[in-house]
């Protein structure tokens, strides 16, 4: 179903000898809240740049409602998009900006002041309705991007590192504000924080190097964190001889005299039963992982 649906297809950009975004391809659907999530240069921003219309892809395309963004170029306007820096106009009032962005997106003069007054409720920011955008507090500031981004109820919303600079009350403002907003709306969370991501999305897109190395919902990203890690000492025998050992569904090394295992949980007893094979079974301790662990092992992988 392409009703307000955001598609990326084979996406790519190349910056003379760097090849920013190398064939990205992924959806996003009204109900979801999708991070793309990588580290600093990952191609995170060029992403959701050409996403926006902002860039033009060398190859792929992106479609809203299914509508190719370089063959219709008027179909950007069903797309929300809030940059990491938005571009306020500081000396102009909250509501008046709102309008006038309304103008640019060609909402009809009648209905902007309506349209303005609809994007304040939306994101709560009606106490500052009146007051000039340079004095807005970060959060704010944020919220009156967001707002910009809703005018002309669009399919889909593309925010860039929306929650930088923010303090943990903000945050968790903004978070509560998000939720609301993705029952309407496609909304695509771009972000380094794997936090954000774990608090907020229902799916999780992972790239590195311009690649996508994961596209999957965020439960199966926390069913790897369950894979738990054992340390084992043994009595007697080496722990390479017991890496060398490990039932099917585990792996390990060697690390300070201990083998150093990951596994599922209910593999434990048969990595009981080959220690007590290779020596005997003097200790062992176990360690979660957590969702950084996983995501640097992706990294690491890709």
Same mark, same amino acid.
């Given at each position: 179903?392409?009703?307000?649906?955001?598609?990326?297809?084979?996406?790519?950009?190349?910056?003379?000898?760097?090849?920013?975004?190398?064939?990205?391809?992924?959806?996003?659907?009204?109900?979801?809240?999708?991070?793309?999530?990588?580290?600093?240069?990952?191609?995170?921003?060029?992403?959701?740049?050409?996403?926006?219309?902002?860039?033009?892809?060398?190859?792929?395309?992106?479609?809203?409602?299914?509508?190719?963004?370089?063959?219709?170029?008027?179909?950007?306007?069903?797309?929300?998009?809030?940059?990491?820096?938005?571009?306020?106009?500081?000396?102009?009032?909250? &509501?008046?900006?709102?309008?006038?962005?309304? /103008? #640019?997106?060609?909402?009809?003069? !009648?209905? %902007?002041?309506? =349209? $303005?007054? *609809?994007?304040?409720?939306?994101? &709560?920011?009606?106490?500052?309705?009146?007051? /000039? #955008?340079?004095?807005?507090?970060? !959060?704010? %500031?944020?919220? =009156? $991007?967001? *707002?910009?981004?809703?005018?002309?109820?669009?399919?889909?919303?593309?925010?860039?590192?929306?929650?930088?600079?923010?303090?943990?009350?903000?945050?968790?403002?903004?978070?509560?504000?998000?939720?609301?907003?993705?029952?309407?709306?496609?909304?695509?969370?771009?972000?380094?924080?794997?936090?954000?991501?774990?608090?907020?999305?229902?799916?999780?897109?992972?790239?590195?190097?311009?690649?996508?190395?994961?596209?999957?919902?965020?439960?199966?990203?926390?069913?790897?964190?369950?894979?738990?890690?054992?340390?084992?000492?043994?009595?007697?025998?080496?722990?390479?001889?017991?890496?060398?050992?490990?039932?099917?569904?585990?792996?390990?090394?060697?690390?300070?005299?201990?083998?150093?295992?990951?596994?599922?949980?209910?593999?434990?007893?048969?990595?009981?039963?080959?220690?007590?094979?290779?020596?005997?079974?003097?200790?062992?301790?176990?360690?979660?992982?957590?969702?950084?662990?996983?995501?640097?092992?992706?990294?690491?992988?890709?």
């Amino acid at each position: 179903m392409l009703a307000r649906m955001l598609i990326a297809e084979s996406l790519s950009k190349t910056f003379g000898p760097v090849r920013a975004v190398d064939g990205i391809s992924f959806r996003v659907a009204p109900g979801e809240i999708v991070g793309l999530l990588g580290p600093n240069g990952a191609g995170k921003s060029t992403t959701i740049r050409m996403l926006a219309g902002c860039l033009a892809p060398d190859a792929g395309r992106v479609t809203v409602e299914g509508r190719d963004l370089t063959a219709d170029p008027a179909a950007r306007v069903r797309l929300g998009y809030a940059p990491e820096e938005p571009p306020l106009y500081d000396d102009m009032r909250t &509501e008046d900006y709102l309008v006038h962005i309304a /103008r #640019l997106k060609g909402i009809p003069a !009648g209905a %902007r002041r309506a =349209a $303005a007054a *609809a994007a304040i409720a939306a994101v &709560e920011l009606q106490a500052n309705a009146k007051r /000039r #955008l340079g004095i807005l507090s970060k !959060g704010n %500031r944020q919220r =009156a $991007a967001l *707002a910009q981004a809703l005018l002309g109820d669009p399919a889909a919303l593309l925010l860039d590192e929306p929650t930088n600079g923010l303090d943990p009350a903000q945050v968790a403002n903004l978070r509560d504000l998000l939720r609301g907003l993705a029952a309407r709306h496609a909304v695509l969370l771009s972000t380094h924080v794997l936090g954000e991501v774990d608090a907020l999305c229902t799916r999780v897109v992972v790239i590195h190097r311009g690649r996508v190395l994961a596209d999957e919902p965020i439960e199966r990203l926390r069913d790897r964190a369950k894979v738990t890690r054992v340390r084992i000492r043994l009595r007697d025998g080496t722990p390479e001889s017991l890496v060398a050992a490990l039932p099917p569904g585990a792996q390990g090394h060697v690390e300070a005299g201990c083998a150093v295992i990951d596994a599922p949980p209910d593999l434990r007893p048969a990595l009981v039963a080959a220690a007590e094979a290779k020596g005997g079974l003097r200790e062992l301790v176990e360690e979660r992982r957590s969702l950084e662990e996983v995501f640097r092992d992706l990294i690491a992988a890709g």
